[in-house]
């Protein structure tokens, strides 16, 4: 499987995202010669247990996340963060969980935009947004690297690719920067060859550092 980075939009400080900026990235994209070839998705949900019984709740985890990914659309992947735990499941899974009422969706996002082809590499550029509203929370890429599905051979060209990016993007002098968040894989139990469950990984840590993000504004504009 083609290895893949997936990035954040790191807003500087006092400034927040903005559809102009999604705008302006996805112009970037086509700047650097990308080809736009159609509409990307992927969805990510939070999930809390339903505990009738509280001296129950220890055997639960509090919350983890469910992830689904348009290049696989039967499989859905589990993120227990505190456990170091990815799983992978059929997208049925869902219907039952549903149905048993274990847990239930605190937050459901959309990640979506449109895919670009620059060689052999892919951009996808998105915004986020929670599920029936268009309400910018985020704003996020991934960038693929069709030739290679080693993580590690992978890094040198995706971070030179990086650096070509970061380059034009700076000429518009946007009020921020793409970050990429290295998860370490092996915590999970992932090894060097490139799966959907690495993919998941990222999705998990670049939320984390978005939700950190969030409250560490929250708490700025506070003290303001």
């Known amino acids: 499987m083609p290895i893949k980075w997936v990035l ?46 509280q001296a129950n709740a220890s055997e639960f985890p509090r919350d983890f996340l469910g992830i689904s990914l348009q290049e696989q659309p039967n499989k859905y992947y589990f993120v227990i963060r ?40 892919q951009l996808r550029v998105g915004k986020v947004v929670p599920i029936h509203s268009e309400n910018l929370r985020g704003i996020v890429m991934e960038m693929e690297y069709l030739p290679i599905s080693s993580w590690e051979k992978s890094h040198q060209i995706m971070g030179e690719f990086f650096d070509i990016w970061r380059e034009a993007l700076s000429k518009r002098s946007l009020p921020g920067h793409f970050v990429h968040i290295e998860p370490n894989f092996a ?38």
């Open 8 to 53: 954040h939009w790191q807003p500087n400080p006092g400034t927040t995202v903005n559809t102009q900026i999604l705008t302006e990235v996805s112009q970037c994209a086509e700047g650097i010669n990308g080809v736009k070839e159609g509409r990307w998705k992927a969805t990510l949900s939070f999930y809390k247990p339903m505990v009738r019984e």
């Open 82 to 121: 505190g456990q170091r735990l990815i799983v992978e499941a059929e997208s049925t899974i869902q219907t039952i969980m549903e149905k048993l009422q274990s847990y239930k969706t605190r937050v459901a996002l959309n990640f979506e935009g449109f895919q670009y082809q620059l060689g052999d590499f």
């Open 187 to 224: 915590e999970y139990g992932l090894l060097d060859e490139y799966s959907s469950q690495h993919t998941a990984a990222q999705y998990a840590s670049i939320m984390a550092q978005m939700i950190a993000t969030a409250q560490s504004q929250s708490a700025q504009a506070a003290r303001n």
